[in-house]
């Protein structure tokens, strides 16, 4: 734990994107945020939750311009740095799986966390529970793209022979998404979805990523 309040630098590194391929500088970080917050009509006072919130560089911006955030991680050390960075919010450690409805915010996200989850069915449940969670928007962003799997597999796995990939990456491989996956799961909900492709600056995984908005109505 850092002695003086961590900024948003030291959040998004916590967050792991400072290294490789899935670097992000704070500029475009900030850029990345508020793209978001104009491709989901984002209000001055809406409520924003995070699934797998980390450390919390994905809330930090919103927090800063007085919005009320909340987040859930399983995580204990990155949800401690995040309620410490943004005291008086509700941080807790959890599973996604165990996001619950109530207390219900405008806004529900996920940003770069449904590659690491477990199953299909876990992200189809985690989807149905965000969207339960929101008044009205949820956002599921940098979602691996299984159109570009092949070639975001043979990048990570390198120079590395199949045994030296196997016994770095054991039990480590992403989740890769159609991109009507979350149009598929919220079909018979009431909700438009809408899929952008991902786009932040000088970020390499933009080509493997998507971006999806989903608004109640
Ligand atoms: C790449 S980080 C992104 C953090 C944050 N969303 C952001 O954008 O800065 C992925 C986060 O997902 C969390 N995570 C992965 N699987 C999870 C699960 N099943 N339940 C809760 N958190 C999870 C990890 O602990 C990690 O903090």
């Known amino acids: 734990m850092p002695d003086d309040k961590p900024n948003l630098e030291f959040l998004i590194e916590a967050d792991g994107f400072n290294s490789g391929a899935g670097k992000i500088e704070t500029a475009a970080w900030l850029k990345y ?5 104009k491709l989901t009509g984002l209000r001055e ?6 699934v797998g919130c980390g450390s919390g560089a ?3 911006e919103f927090y800063k311009k007085g919005h009320r955030v909340g987040g859930i991680d399983y995580s204990p050390s990155l949800i401690e740095l ?10 807790e450690v959890k599973e996604a799986l165990e996001t619950e409805s109530d207390p219900m915010y405008d806004f529900v996200v996920a940003n770069s966390v449904f590659q690491y989850f477990p199953s299909y069915d876990y992200a189809e449940d985690t989807i149905l529970k965000m969207y339960h969670k929101a008044e009205r928007i949820v956002g599921i962003l940098d979602l691996n793209d299984s159109a570009h799997e092949e070639e975001a597999l043979r990048i990570r796995r390198g120079a590395l022979t199949e045994g030296e990939y196997e016994r770095k ?3 480590l491989n992403h989740l890769f998404y159609e991109r009507d996956f979350v149009a598929k799961v919220l079909a018979g909900q009431k909700a438009s979805v809408r899929v952008y492709d991902q786009r932040i600056e000088n970020y390499g995984n933009n080509k493997f990523r998507f971006n999806v908005v989903i608004e109640k109505w």
């Open 33 to 37: 945020v508020s793209s978001v917050a």
């Open 45 to 50: 006072r809406d409520s924003i939750f995070e």
């Open 58 to 60: 994905f809330l930090y």
């Open 82 to 91: 995040a309620a410490f960075a943004m005291p008086g919010m509700d941080f």
């Open 169 to 171: 990456y054991a039990g």
